[in-house]
Each structure stands twice: as C-alpha cells, then as structure tokens.
C-alpha cells in the first residue's frame, strides 16, 4: 500500500509541474493539436487521479487495502474511537483526500452551472438582437461596428456576427468565419474549455492550471482553423483572423469567463497557416514532430496508471 500511494504521489507530481510544462512549451501540438488536446486531458484526469488516489492509498493503508479501512473506519464516523492502526496522519491523508475530491466535483458544478446561465442570456440577447443571415442556419447578425464572431453553445446553438465584421469580409472569409465558429460547437470545445477552466478556478494559486487553461484554449483555436481550412484558402482565413482580431476577441466563446484568446494567440495561430499540418487528417510525417500514435499511447496510459493502482489496493470486494 505505502509503495502505491508513493507511485501515485510521484507520478501526480509528474503530471503536476514538469510534463505539462514542457507540453506547453512543445513545437509539435501546434501540428497535431487534435492529439495534443486529448493529451492535455488526460494530463488533467490522471494528475487529479493519482493526487487523490495517493491520499486515499496512504490513509488506507493500516487496513490493507481500500475497502477494509471503509469497513474500519465508516461504523466509528458518528460514533466510537477510531481504531488505534490509524494514526493522525492517516485521518489527515484521508479528509484531504475527500475534501479536495468534493472541492474539484463541485467546482466544476459550479462553473457549468454558471456557464449554461450565461449561455441561456446570450441566446435571449441574440433572438432579441440579432437577425438572421441569409442562407446560414443558425447564425445572426447583429448591429454592432467593431467586427466580432463568436459562438454559443448549448442545446440550442448559435454563430453570432457583427454588422462591422460582415462588412469589411469577401465571401472565403466570411465562409471561414463561420466554418471556424461551427467548429467550435460541433467539436464540443466548449465542454473541453469548460472543465480546465474548473480547474484553474479551484486551483487559482497553481501555475500549471493557468498554462493548462490557455494551452487548451489555444489548441481549440487551431482545432477550428483547421475545420476553416476545409472550405477556404489559407489566404482568406488568414484575413478574416486579422480582422477578427482587431476587435480583441478572436474567436471567443459567449460564456467563457476563462481565458480570452490575445494577440499571442493570434500570432501562433497565424504562425501555423501554409505548414502541413492535420488539416487532411493525414499522419504529420514532420522529423520533430512525435508520432501520434505514441502520444495516444502515452495519453491512455496517462489515465490507466491510477486507475489500474486504486483498483489493486481495492480489495476484496466480500
């Protein structure tokens, strides 16, 4: 048991500071941001996995195994002394445990809650405001100068547009705004953006969530540039982003409340544009580039470690 709760605590550590550090750093997902996105998750799940799993295994760890200290220690919660194989830090590890297991669960409740009452205002704004376009499904217009896109998700979706941004766009541009805001909700971003935003919030006072946080949003990004790519040049999306983002928001979400793309975001996502990158779905044969698969091995297994470890100090089940 303490050999377990010492390998979920190293590997939480490893996923707490020097992978994602050096994934946020990395050339490569700017190539694959597909693959570099289901890394990041698994990066998030595992490392909130092995932190908890690491707490739970060591507080358990008297009894052998994690069902025998639930039948220990559950009967003497109201009632009666704790048994004397439990010491301090063994209570300690295991409220810990349960405590930052419950602050993670209802933070992320919280900001979904928080982020579904922000949508249902924006889609009562634009069917207030808003006209709908021509010959696009789902997508308003609304009377406003400064050019602006942007998406809402939801049951109910929406491509909102500006009258300034409709204006100063050909028709590739304006089709690659659009192919990009849809990406957005047809690739599920939101709910992706959604839970690394809950975990930058819970955890405000750690630096690897804020640099998770714009990594995913950034990976986002680049995942509906390629969508864009599909149905317009590298050219006419590279104009309708510089004029998109002259109005400070390029490609934000109505209910972010995280973070909002910027300049920097803008420059790395034009930075990209005429390289061979995953606009085909093609494997990206680039010699720096680590292969795909590789990197989805490494993401599973990412996720399997803790899994696999609390499952071995489980116990029998009768």
Known sequence: MLAVAALLGGFALLLAWPLPLALSRALWPSRSPAIALALWQAIGLGGGLAMIGSLLVFGASPAGSLLGAARALLPHLVEGDIPPAFGVVHIAALTLAAGLAAHLALNLALT???A???RRRQHQLIAILGDPMPGQPRTRVLAHPIPLAYCVPGIRTAT???NGLVDVLDEPELRAVIAHERAHLDQLHHL???????WHSALPWFPIANRAERSVALLAEMLADDQARRVASDDALRRAMLH????????AYADSGGVIPDAAMLEARLARLGEAGDVDGDVDDHPNVANRAMVAWAAALIVA???VSLLATLGPIA
């Not at 992706?192 to 809950?198: E, G, N, Q, S, Y």
């Not at 002259?246 to 490609?251: C, H, T």
């Open 192 to 198: 992706v953006l959604l839970a690394f935003r809950a």
């Open 112 to 114: 979904a809650v928080q």
């Open 116 to 118: 579904e009452r922000e």
């Open 160 to 162: 909102v547009l500006t």
């Open 305 to 307: 470690v803790p899994i």
């Open 244 to 251: 998109v983002g002259s109005g400070g928001e390029p490609g």
